[in-house]
Every structure is written in C-alpha cells, then in structure tokens.
C-alpha cells in the first residue's frame, strides 16, 4: 500500500516538475507563432496608432500564417495600453503599437509612470511618424496661423484644444507654440484623435493638434481647415499646407510609431519581427499609404531604434522643462 503511495507521490512530483520545465524552456522562433498574436492599440480606433497597428496586423498574418488582431486599451495617452504588454507573458504573444509618448514624453514627464520604457519594454521596430497639424472648424473663417494667433489675442477666454492625452506630443506641441506665440490655451485631453476631432468639427472646441494623418480626412473633405504643421518641409500629398517653420516659428516635431513587447521577449522572436516590419514597411502600397495620410516612412534595427529613443528623450526633456510640463502626465 505504501509502494502504491509513493508511486502516485513519484508521479505527482513528476508531472509537477514537467510542467515547470516546460514553462523554463525559452520559445523558439521556429515554433513562433503557434496560435494568435495580439497587438494592442493605444489610441481609440480611427487614429493613427490604430490604422499603423491593423496595417501591421494584417501583414504579419500573411506573412506569419498565424492570426494577429488588434485589441484597444486606450486611457492615460496610451499608458494603459502600454502597461497591459509590460505586464504579459514574453512569449511573442502581445505586442504593443507605442510611439514618443510612450517612450520619450510620458516617462521624463511623469516620474510616477511606473515602467522604464529599456526596462520593461523590448522595443522591436520603428514603423514611421506623421508631424502634428494645427486645424480649426471651416466654419471658424480663419485659415492660416497668423488669423489664428490674432484670433486668440483677441478672445477674452483661452482658445480651447484637442490632443490624445496629458503629456502627449500634441499637448507638448501646442503648449511650447503658445508660449512662442503669446496665446492662452486650454488644454482639452481625449483618449485619442476621433475623438477630439469629431468634437471639433461639431464646435465644441477652436482647435486641435493631432497628426496629419489622423486629421487628412476632414481636412480633405472641407469640415476642418489645417493651418500648418510641423514637419521640416512641405509634405508632397498636402503642398498647399505650411510648416510653422515657414510662418515664422522654429518648431519641428513628429509623432512617431513603433512597436514593442514585454522585456525579455526572445531576440530571435523580436528580429524575425523586425524583419517583417521593415518588409512591410518597404511595400510600394504602404509607401503609397503613407504618403496619402502624411506619414513619412522609415526602417529600422533594434539597435538603430534604441539609440534613437534615446536621441529623443536628449532632445525633448529640455522642451519639456520649457512648457512645464515635468510632473504634470497623468
């Protein structure tokens, strides 16, 4: 009877012992991936992170021959989303859309963020960036930024604004163009761009400072006026837009989009996704794509991406200091 007991002991600890082994075992990149990927969407649907996170779905399904889908968890400029891979298994089964709010903004912002975006992120590809575009109602009359600047001189109230989030690079954008200017503005976070857009172009709010791609659409179809934007140059879909730069502000910004996954995520796993990112990227429909909603592609390598993270993150704390936004991220 004894013998029979430790027999069924011997094979408990057995199977017990087997399936701590198998949950050791690192994943491989040949068995990747086995069943479907999830890929979080920070923003609310409509958005730029949300159109580059189903572009980046929809490929990897075909190249992966596995289901990818994507899941939004907006809130907090994205942190939330954020935060739902950091806490994920690192089994190359939860990705995240992130950009410089999440990496470069949120992080120096708020020291309460809770996460280290090189601690608990493996930061896999950079997938492009759109620069930020100030837009008013058609209604509103004003059509170019020094109508605008004149416009928020004159109203006894700050001129009231969209962006997706506190500590966004919209929020950024337009408190350090203020500050240039000598306008007062009220700051008006959404959980992402449709939103504040819809409530701009149904009046609620005078403007708004979302990517060019997210605001393309209105602009095209004549509910929303874009006044300028901020990229370097004139971008070639849109060559009747100015760059501030061109209206006599030295202010140069681009929202950018990458994509990650929780720390420890195997480099073999990270690399082969990588490596589609940067064939995907590389498609003549995508360029064409992105070209039309006022993205501007570019590809990188893991290590090209680290160390351009942290190019930003040199780049922006100053910035940040300036509008005193230090401590004010949610």
């Not at 930061?123 to 004003?142: H, L, Q, R, T």
């Not at 009220?186 to 959980?191: A, L, M, R, S």
């Not at 393309?216 to 879909?237: C, F, I, S, V, Y």
């Not at 073999?268 to 064409?288: C, F, G, L, V, W």
Request: glycine share 10%.
């Amino acid at each position: 009877m004894r013998a029979g007991k430790n027999l069924r002991a011997g094979a408990c600890i057995g199977a017990v012992m087997a399936m701590l082994g198998a949950f050791a075992l690192p994943v491989s990149a040949d068995e990747w991936p086995s069943r479907p990927v999830r890929i979080v969407s920070t923003f609310a649907a409509g958005g730029t992170a949300d159109i580059l996170a189903r572009m980046m779905a929809d490929h990897f399904s075909t190249a992966f021959k596995q289901q990818f889908f994507v899941e939004t968890r907006a809130g907090a400029a994205g942190v939330i989303g954020v935060k739902s891979v950091i806490e994920s298994p690192p089994d190359g089964y939860n990705l995240v859309v992130t950009n410089i709010t999440h990496l470069v903004l949120a992080p120096i912002s708020n020291p309460k963020l809770g996460y280290d975006p090189f601690r608990d992120l493996t930061n896999i590809g950079y997938i492009g960036g759109s620069p930020m575009v100030f837009s008013v109602n058609a209604k509103s009359g004003i059509k170019n930024i020094k109508e605008f600047v004149a416009w928020a001189k004159r109203s006894e109230r700050p001129l009231t604004y969209s962006s997706s989030g506190v500590g966004s690079s919209g929020h950024l954008v337009a408190e350090t163009f203020a500050l240039m200017a000598g306008i007062k503005i009220e700051h008006v976070p959404y959980k992402g761009a449709s939103q504040g857009l819809a409530d701009l172009a149904g009046g609620h709010i005078a403007f708004a400072t979302q990517t060019v791609s997210s605001t393309a659409a209105l602009m095209r179809g004549g509910t929303l006026t874009g006044l300028a934007h901020t990229a370097k140059e004139r971008l070639p879909d849109f060559p009747n837009l100015p760059t501030l730069k061109e209206e006599g502000y030295d202010l140069v910004a681009t929202i950018w989009f990458s994509l990650s996954g929780p720390a420890g995520l195997p480099r073999s796993i990270a690399q082969k996704i990588n490596q589609e990112m940067i064939r995907a990227i590389q498609k003549p429909e995508t360029q064409q794509r992105f070209r039309n909603d006022g993205l501007l592609a570019e590809t990188m390598t893991m290590e090209e991406l680290r160390a351009f993270i942290e190019a930003e993150q040199k780049r922006y704390k100053p910035a940040l200091e300036r509008a005193g936004l230090i401590g004010k991220a949610s």
